[in-house]
Nanobody, 115 residues
Framework: QVQLVESGGGLVQPGGSLRLSCAAS????????MAWHRQAPGKERELVAT???????NYADSVKGRFTISRDNAKNTMYLQMNSLKPEDTAVYFC?????????WGQGTQVTVSS
């Protein structure tokens, strides 16, 4: 089993930046694809960005050019650097991790973009 803990959320003004972290507990099985998702009030959860164990990345169109996903496999940690934040980026951000033992989710961290 893999436990995920997100951190780094908070309140930021439009145009500002935040860096989210997702720390994964050690597991007997290696973690393959990791991802960030977000869920705004009254909306469905949406995929923000994914990264494979080899470092290949994909982004939702709404965040391309503003967000950067990365991971440090040695530290079992994934990051999401968020720049040029907009009020519509306000949501609870969740990380997920996929291994042969299953799909795991973190508890989420709140990001609020407001002046």
């Amino acid at each position: 089993q893999v436990q995920l803990v997100e951190s780094g959320g908070g309140l930021v003004q439009p145009g500002g930046s935040l860096r989210l972290s997702c720390a994964a507990s050690r597991s007997r099985f290696s973690i393959n694809t990791m991802a960030w998702h977000r869920q705004a009030p009254g909306k469905e959860r949406e995929l923000v960005a994914t990264i494979t164990s080899g470092g290949s990345t994909n982004y939702a169109d709404s965040v391309k050019g503003r967000f950067t996903i990365s991971r440090d496999n040695a530290k079992n940690t994934m990051y999401l650097q968020m720049n040029s934040l907009k009020p519509e980026d306000t949501a609870v951000y969740f990380c997920s991790a996929h291994s042969v033992s299953g799909l795991y989710w973190g508890q989420g961290t709140q990001v609020t973009v407001s002046s």
